[in-house]
């Protein structure tokens, strides 16, 4: 069966860091493009962060931008989100998504919450 698994999301106060990964099952990520997107308790799903199927470019959403980084592992079929100076709006469910365009291919995540509070 096909699955993106996220992991690495938890509580942790304003300032701190986590990590999250992204894990690709029966597929190959390689040849995605794979973003990471996050839904605030009533709100809409936001794009966060989108990296190329290569890893050469990636862009962020402006809230994010010198505090998340995006990255990935071809070799280990995964990618992961470096969220470092968390703020309390940051806290939201962060989902991963693959996405293969010229295939119509487009997975996602069931994702991870994270909490930032004090």
């Known amino acids: 069966q096909v699955q993106l698994v996220e992991s690495g999301g938890g509580l942790v106060q304003p300032g701190g860091s986590l990590r999250l990964s992204c894990a690709a099952s029966?597929?190959?990520?390689?040849?995605?493009?794979v973003s990471w997107y996050r839904q605030a308790p009533g709100k809409e799903r936001e794009l966060v962060a989108t990296?190329?199927?290569?890893?050469?470019?990636?862009s962020y959403v402006t809230s994010v931008k010198g505090r998340f980084t995006i990255s990935r592992d071809n070799a280990e079929n995964t990618a992961t989100l470096q969220m470092n100076s968390l703020k309390p709006e940051d806290t939201a469910v962060y989902y991963c998504n693959a996405v293969w365009a010229v295939a119509g291919m487009d997975y996602w995540g069931k994702g991870t919450l994270v909490t930032v509070s004090s």
């Open positions: 990296i190329s199927s290569g890893g050469g470019s990636s």
């Open positions: 029966r597929f190959d990520l390689r040849r995605f493009a």
